[in-house]
């Protein structure tokens, strides 16, 4: 099964517009996920956040789940744990879409993760 979320996002602090657009590159970083039910009404369990991690580390971003390699914007740099959160650090290397992220139209990530074992809360 695929659950997918909306999470906010925020470019990185420090590096200016000018920089970003003239390298084509620009960082957004913010909280992958946490133990929380999120708006979807699911949640991962705090034992599977280590894994959850590790499966972020280097992962593609990608324009709606597109499977289309052209889709492909960027990619996870970072992935870490903070307590009960993942925190995430992605590069984002799109024209058009840096632009947008600098401009602040563009401020959430969708997060997809699947899972053979999902249980109902109720």
């Not at 390298?23 to 133990?35: F, P, Q, R, S, Y």
């Not at 009960?84 to 401020?107: C, N, Q, T």
């Amino acid at each position: 099964m695929q659950l997918r979320y909306f999470v906010p996002f925020k470019a990185q602090e420090g590096v200016s517009a000018e920089y970003a657009l003239k390298e084509k590159l620009v960082n957004i970083e913010g909280v992958a996920i946490d133990t929380s039910v999120n708006a979807n009404k699911w949640q991962v369990p705090e034992e599977d956040l280590d894994f959850f991690v590790e499966s972020l580390r280097n992962a593609q971003l990608r324009v709606d789940h597109a499977e289309s390699a052209l889709m492909v914007i960027g990619k996870v740099a970072e992935a870490k744990r903070d307590g009960s959160r993942v925190l995430f650090r992605a590069e984002v290397g799109e024209d058009k879409l840096i632009e947008k992220i600098l401009r602040g139209y563009v401020s959430y990530v969708s997060a997809q993760v699947d899972s053979d074992d999902v249980e109902c809360s109720k």
